[in-house]
């Protein structure tokens, strides 16, 4: 996936917004004033998303381990290696994973990756903050 392709899906997502406090690089990505997404194209296209904690173990696992059972959001089985796939560069390793965007991760996978992301933060959003977004969830 290209930076252009990248960033019209994650600007999909309602209320996303697009802003740059660090500079030029990187990208991030917001929701209700909270980040779902990070992405820097120097020098490799990377992405950081939070994932649950248990899935982004799993994915980080499938890298070491070429026989590893994953799980895809939508709680189907695939079996596959994800060695792009290393915990959040300067965030918090539980919840946050960065992904090298590369032939090894799929367009399909990655767009369910960044839904993820956009869900969990979305719900810990305050619910007057997602009234105001018009997402009442």
């Known amino acids: 996936m290209k930076l252009a392709t990248l960033r019209k899906l994650l600007l999909s997502h309602p209320g996303a917004v697009e802003d740059h406090p660090f500079g030029a690089e990187p990208h991030v990505y917001k929701v209700g004033g909270r980040m779902f997404a990070l992405v820097s194209a120097d020098p490799r296209l990377t992405i950081t998303l939070k994932l649950e904690p248990w899935h982004g173990q799993l994915l980080r696992d499938a890298g070491e381990n070429r026989n590893a059972v ?3 959001c939508h709680g189907a089985a695939e079996t596959g290696q994800h ?13 946050w994973n960065t992904i090298t965007i590369d032939r090894h991760v799929l367009d399909e996978e ?5 839904d993820e992301s956009y ?12 009234q105001a ?3 009442g969830i």
């Open 70 to 72: 994953l799980l895809t």
């Open 83 to 95: 060695p792009s796939v290393r915990p959040g560069y300067h965030m918090n390793k539980e919840h």
């Open 110 to 114: 990655l767009a369910d990756w960044i």
């Open 119 to 130: 869900r969990l933060v979305i719900a810990g959003l305050p619910r007057v903050r997602r």
């Open 133 to 135: 977004l018009g997402l």
